[in-house]
Each structure stands twice: as structure tokens, then as C-alpha cells.
Antibody, heavy 117, light 107 residues
């Protein structure tokens, strides 16, 4: 059974950096791209970027290009998403998601990031 | 970047009704499109990808069609369990992009 286990909720102050982890099991970590998607309260889904765990190559959405870093550590089957320069607009539920097709299929449980002074 | 739009943004329909949701891309994306269903408090579920291929285990009342810039998700006979928000996602080019969503409610 494929499982994606994300780290716990975070509360950060404006200007801070958050780093969320996503540890996978049930498949070979390097077989599928790992995407990150976020959802602000009451809002829609927003694709942030992805990493290819096989070679570490990344692609990011333009609006996050300067603030986001997505990495993959194959020794622990864990992906990370780091977002810097947090503002209240970054308050959201962050998902890691992957799958054998080019679009996300398996999803983590989500990590709530709250940005508040 | 490719922009995705959806219509309508919300709709209220009766059980048994036929439902049609449209997704449009700002440029041609062939059939590189997926449809997701998201229920409150849950992660999205992939229903259809690419464009018209039903994912395993998804009820046959769901279907997808279209290519290029216009796509349609159809529910042939709405069931109470279908209350959710539906999103399209293009994977034709990076960055991927979701549509803004269509919230489906029971009348």
C-alpha cells in the first residue's frame, strides 16, 4: 500500500521559513515525481512544484520560484518542501502527492501551515 | 504559463440529474488533462486522466471528453455521494495548473 506521511502542523511568524517533510512507503521512491500542492482556507488547489527523486531535478510554479525549494533524500525516501519569506497569504494546507502517471494520484494527509504574528 | 478556467463555479442540482462541468485552457493542451474530486477535509481524488480515461474504481457515471482547449466532465446521474468540488489539472506544460474549481451541491 502506497503511503505518504507528512510532518505535523506548523505555526510561523511572517518572514520565517517552513520546511515540511513527506516520507513515502509502499513503492520505490525514485519511480515517481513528487509534487507539492497547497490549498488556502476556502480556496482552490495550487500546484507549487515537483522534484524527480531519481536525479533531484525540480520544476516550480513561477509565483513560488524565488521562495520555494523542493528536495528529495533517497536514503530516507523523504521529500521536503521549504518555503521562505512567509506571509499570511501562505497560510494553507500543504500536500505532497505522487503517482505512476504524470499527474498526482496518491496524496499525503496534508500539513497545515499557519502564518501569524 | 497555461491558465485554466472552469464553468460554472458552482451549481446546485437534483439527485439523478445530468451534470456537465467545463474546463478551458488558455492554449492547446492536446488531451493532457485530469479531473479531480475533492470532498471537504479530504485530499483530492483523481477521476479521469488523460481527458477521457476513467481511473480504475471510479463509477461509470463519470466521463470526460475534449481535447485542445475545451474539456468536459459529465456525471450522467448525480448521486448524493458526488457532492464535492471538482478541479481540472493540465500537465501539458510546466508549471502544471489547476482550474479554480466547481462546487457541486444537491438541490
Amino acid at each position: 500500500e502506497v503511503q505518504l506521511m507528512q510532518s505535523g502542523a506548523e505555526v510561523k511568524k511572517p518572514g520565517a521559513t517552513v520546511k515540511i517533510s513527506c516520507q513515502v512507503s509502499g513503492y520505490s521512491f525514485t519511480d515517481y515525481h513528487m509534487h507539492w500542492v497547497r490549498q488556502a482556507p476556502g480556496n482552490g488547489l495550487e500546484w507549487m512544484g515537483l522534484v524527480d527523486p531519481e536525479n533531484g531535478e525540480t520544476m516550480y510554479a513561477e509565483r513560488f520560484q524565488d521562495r520555494v525549494t523542493i528536495t528529495a533524500v533517497t536514503s530516507t525516501d523523504t521529500a521536503y518542501m521549504e518555503l521562505s519569506g512567509l506571509t499570511s497569504e501562505d497560510t494553507a494546507l500543504y500536500f505532497c502527492t505522487t503517482g505512476p502517471q504524470l499527474v498526482p494520484f496518491y496524496w499525503g494527509q496534508g500539513t497545515l501551515v499557519t502564518v501569524s504574528s | 504559463a497555461i491558465q485554466m478556467t472552469q464553468s460554472p463555479s458552482s451549481l446546485s442540482v437534483s439527485v439523478g440529474d445530468r451534470v456537465t462541468i467545463t474546463c478551458r485552457a488558455s492554449q492547446g493542451i492536446r488531451n493532457d488533462l485530469g479531473w479531480y474530486q475533492q470532498k471537504p477535509g479530504k485530499a483530492p481524488k483523481l477521476l479521469i486522466y488523460p481527458a477521457s480515461s476513467l481511473q480504475s474504481g471510479v463509477p461509470s457515471r463519470f466521463s470526460g471528453s475534449g481535447s485542445g482547449t475545451e474539456f468536459t466532465l459529465t456525471i450522467s446521474s448525480l448521486q448524493p455521494d458526488d457532492v464535492a468540488t471538482y478541479y481540472c489539472l493540465q500537465d501539458h506544460n510546466y508549471p502544471y495548473s489547476f482550474g479554480p474549481g466547481t462546487k457541486l451541491e444537491i438541490k
